[in-house]
């Protein structure tokens, strides 16, 4: 599977299906019966009460919900309908797009002239994130515009100094997850405001954009 290039159009060949659920270990018999020693107790002894579980808890999707985000960029209406990850993670970094025409990891839409994509480079965690530039890492941008031309390779780029929030709901790592992501934006001019779902088409796992 190939890794999405820096601010590249969504229109690769992703290859990523969702995630299946996690599989309960299986749950044997217990032995001592078989050889004759004495079966098990059926009382936890009190190190096993008082021990916590290891295993975390498994992420559970949000119901869907129609997003509401609405603002303008450069002047313009923008409207987002699906919001993707781009990819895994570079220093607790993870870029996705938000785009203004309906796409989604099954069924992947190459963007026409006209339509636009938010881009953003976001810490991985539930809450609050960082999603602007980072002076000690040159790969980490603020976000950006793309507007598709004529000329699908060569969209027009417009990096947004943003000022504002941005909160996720959940911050799962398998591909075919969702979460949801709130984006309060603004720049001098422009505003961009609302929730929408995010949807994994990768794994969030080690990714060094820089190489790209």
């Known amino acids: 599977m190939r890794r999405a290039w820096l601010f590249a159009p969504l229109a690769l060949a992703w290859g990523c299906a969702p995630a299946m659920p996690p599989t309960a270990p299986a ?3 217990p032995t001592g019966a078989a050889s004759g020693a004495p079966a ?3 009382t936890p002894s009190g190190d096993a009460l008082s021990t916590p579980s290891s295993l975390p808890a498994p992420h559970v999707d949000l119901p869907p919900t129609p997003p509401t985000v609405t603002g303008t960029i ?3 209406p923008f409207s987002p309908k699906a919001a993707l990850n781009l990819g895994g993670s570079d220093k607790g970094r993870v870029l996705i797009g938000l785009t203004d025409y309906a796409t989604s990891c099954d069924d992947l839409v190459t963007p026409v ?3 636009q994509m938010l881009t953003l480079q976001i810490e991985w965690k539930a809450g609050q994130v960082a999603f602007g530039a980072d002076p000690g890492n040159p790969a ?3 976000p950006t515009h793309i507007l598709t031309t004529s000329d699908p390779g060569r969209p027009k780029r417009t990096v947004l100094p943003a000022q504002g929030s941005v909160q996720l709901v959940s911050a799962p790592e398998k591909s075919g997850s969702r979460t949801r992501i709130k984006l309060d934006l603004a720049t001098d001019k422009d505003s961009v405001k609302g929730e929408i779902d995010l949807q994994l088409c990768w ?3 080690s990714v060094d954009l820089s190489a790209n």
Do not use: F, R
């Open 27 to 29: 749950q044997g018999s």
């Open 140 to 142: 980490i941008m603020n």
């Open 113 to 115: 002239a006209g339509n």
């Open 203 to 205: 794994d969030v796992t």
């Open 40 to 42: 098990p107790s059926a």
């Open 74 to 76: 450069g002047g313009k």
